[in-house]
């Protein structure tokens, strides 16, 4: 059974940071490309990562220099390290996996997803 359990989130002031990380199991992680995405209420579904088999990185011009996407094989886990925050990165974070080798921030690349964890930055 694959699992997908984000943790990290947290209420934080603009300019501050934080460190998500998403614990896989159920699978052979280290065949599966990774992404983080994240939801704002009224707002659809964003990809803002994403890391593949070989640990290379895509980000969302958005987020691009204040975001960091790593991944440690050898524990099954994905991070996101999260700098800067501004308040419109307040949002619901989730992480996904994706069989095989790729980059991408489209969600129809991701089979599985975890529940999410809340970012909320306050100005």
């Known amino acids: 059974q694959v699992q997908l359990v984000e943790s990290g989130g947290g209420s934080v002031q603009a300019g501050g940071s934080l460190r998500l990380s998403c614990a896989a199991s159920?699978?052979?992680?280290?065949?599966?490309?990774m992404g983080w995405f994240r939801q704002a209420p009224g707002k659809e579904r964003e990809g803002v990562a994403g890391?593949?088999?070989?640990?290379?990185?895509l980000y969302a011009e958005s987020v691009q220099g204040r975001f960091t996407i790593s991944r440690d094989n050898s524990k099954n886990t994905l991070y996101l390290g999260l700098n800067s925050l501004k308040p419109e990165d307040t949002a619901m974070y989730y992480c996904?996996?994706?069989?095989?080798?790729?980059?991408?921030?489209?969600?129809?690349?991701?089979?599985?997803w975890g529940q999410g964890t809340q970012v909320t930055v306050s100005s």
């Open positions: 996904a996996a994706g069989r095989g080798f790729f980059r991408s921030l489209g969600p129809n690349w991701y089979n599985y």
């Open positions: 159920g699978y052979t992680y280290r065949h599966y490309s």
């Open positions: 890391i593949d088999t070989g640990g290379n990185a």
